[in-house]
């Protein structure tokens, strides 16, 4: 693998991953009162945009890292909006 797509590939992994925590903790805790409603939906709708952006390059980096942060966003907003808690 060259240096600039492990660099990518490593970027990719990180930023994913990152959202595995709070992923992990709404799903156990039920909770999602101190997540932004309006991040978590703005953040989605950009990472569905880059997911394009990766499938019309052909870029499989961008369209794996943005396939699984998508689904760990919106599963994430999912709960976020059919919660009852109070904003």
């Known amino acids: 693998m060259d240096p600039i797509s492990l660099l990518g590939f490593m970027a990719c992994t990180l930023t ?3 959202f595995l925590p709070q992923l992990i903790k ?3 805790e039920k909770r999602t ?3 932004s409603r309006n991040m978590y939906l703005v953040l989605s709708v950009g990472v569905f ?14 369209i794996l890292a943005n396939s699984f942060t998508l689904l760990f966003t ?3 907003l999912w709960y976020k909006l059919r919660s009852k ?3």
């Open 16 to 18: 994913t991953l990152a």
């Open 26 to 28: 709404v799903i156990l």
């Open 33 to 35: 009162r101190d997540i």
């Open 49 to 62: 945009f880059w997911l394009c952006y990766g499938v019309l390059k052909n870029d499989f980096p961008i």
């Open 74 to 76: 919106t599963t994430i």
């Open 85 to 87: 808690e109070e904003e």
